[in-house]
């Protein structure tokens, strides 16, 4: 049994070894404090750049929902390699182009990145060159969805001519929903969405075609139905009676082969448009079939 006094003595031997643990660990906390400061920096500059201030949502995805992503448009596309690369350029185009334009881009990070990377691996080009796509998109809000197409599609040689049908009312409408702040305090005007799509790069001189209108109103439609298109994107009314009159729509004025895609397809805050395109599906005379669901997006193939 140590006495006492031996207990005395061998603490204060072990008194320089203590002070210098002491010493070590607080220049070691003081470290892991600068560290911690610095990396808070960083990280602040990066929530400036991705997060929902001024957009609604944020464009931070975990690694998971990309492989998840990526997993998807394989699924849908059969694409191997190519549909990594595609997310990822996709996402850098989302960042970058919301970064500089106007307005946003409607939906979450996986939904929008989804059908960036997905149409350009359906999209079948016309023409001897196979380098020709006339792209319809129905309800565009600050047009630079549409702008970030036209760059995923150009990336892979393709020249696509885009029509563009929205109210363009000032604001988003949509039927049975009120009229809600937008989050990036941007009217919804063609204007705006002639900057953003000046983004999208493309042949100088050669501009979307805007019509202003309701995608069931005889007159646009009469306008937009003097072509045929290789890629519908379908994003305006998102009411069950909306989406069922699009749909039926765009079995005449998609071309053959041409990519239907159906946005917010099973999305639980828009259950209308699910409910429609299985309608219109079941009807068993649909031109249309199921490709493939990526996010929440269908994509359909025209035949
Ligand atoms: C969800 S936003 C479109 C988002 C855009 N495609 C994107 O990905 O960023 C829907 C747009 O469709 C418009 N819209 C509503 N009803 C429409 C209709 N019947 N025809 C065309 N556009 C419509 C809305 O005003 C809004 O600008």
Redesign the pocket.
């Known amino acids: 049994m140590p006495s006492l006094l031996s207990n005395r003595l061998t603490k204060w031997a072990l008194r320089p070894v203590a002070a210098l643990v002491d010493q070590r660990i607080s220049r070691h906390t003081a470290g892991l404090r600068r560290e911690v400061t610095e990396l808070r920096r960083k990280q602040h500059g990066v929530s400036m750049l991705l997060d929902r201030t001024g957009r609604g949502q944020h464009r931070m995805p975990t690694p998971d929902q990309i492989d998840t992503l990526v997993r998807e448009v394989d699924a849908a596309t059969d694409a191997g390699e190519r549909a990594r690369r595609n997310v990822t350029v996709a996402y850098r185009n989302v960042v970058a182009l919301e970064a500089l334009g106007v307005g946003?881009?409607?939906?979450g990070t996986s939904n929008?990145c989804g059908?960036l990377a997905t149409i350009p691996l359906l999209a079948r080009p016309e023409g001897k060159d196979r380098h020709v796509l006339e792209v319809l998109?129905?309800?565009?809000?600050?047009g630079?969805?549409?702008a970030a197409l036209m760059r995923m599609l150009h990336r892979t040689g393709i020249e696509a001519t885009l029509t563009i049908?929205?109210?363009?009312?000032g604001?988003?409408?949509?039927?049975g929903t009120t009229d809600h702040e937008e989050p990036t305090g941007t009217p919804?005007r063609e204007d705006v969405v002639r900057a953003n799509l000046a983004l999208g790069g493309g042949r100088p001189g050669t501009g979307a075609r805007i019509r202003q209108?309701?995608?069931?109103d005889p007159r646009v439609r009469a306008e937009v139905s003097d072509r045929k298109y290789g890629v519908i994107?379908v994003?305006?009314?998102?009411s069950f009676e909306?989406v069922l009159a699009?749909l039926e729509w765009v079995e005449q004025i998609a071309a053959p082969d041409a990519v239907v895609v159906l946005?917010?397809y099973g999305d639980a805050r828009w259950p209308g448009v699910k409910e429609a395109l299985d309608k219109h599906l079941a009807g068993g005379d649909s031109r249309l079939t199921m490709a493939g669901r990526v996010a929440t997006s269908a994509f359909l193939r025209a035949g």
Request: aromatic fraction near 6%; avoid cysteine; hydrophobic fraction near 40%.
């Open positions: 946003r881009m409607a939906g929008v059908k998109e129905i309800g565009t809000l600050h630079l969805f549409a049908v929205d109210p363009l009312a604001s988003q409408l949509q039927p919804v209108g309701f995608s069931g994107v994003d305006g009314d998102h909306g699009d946005d917010d």
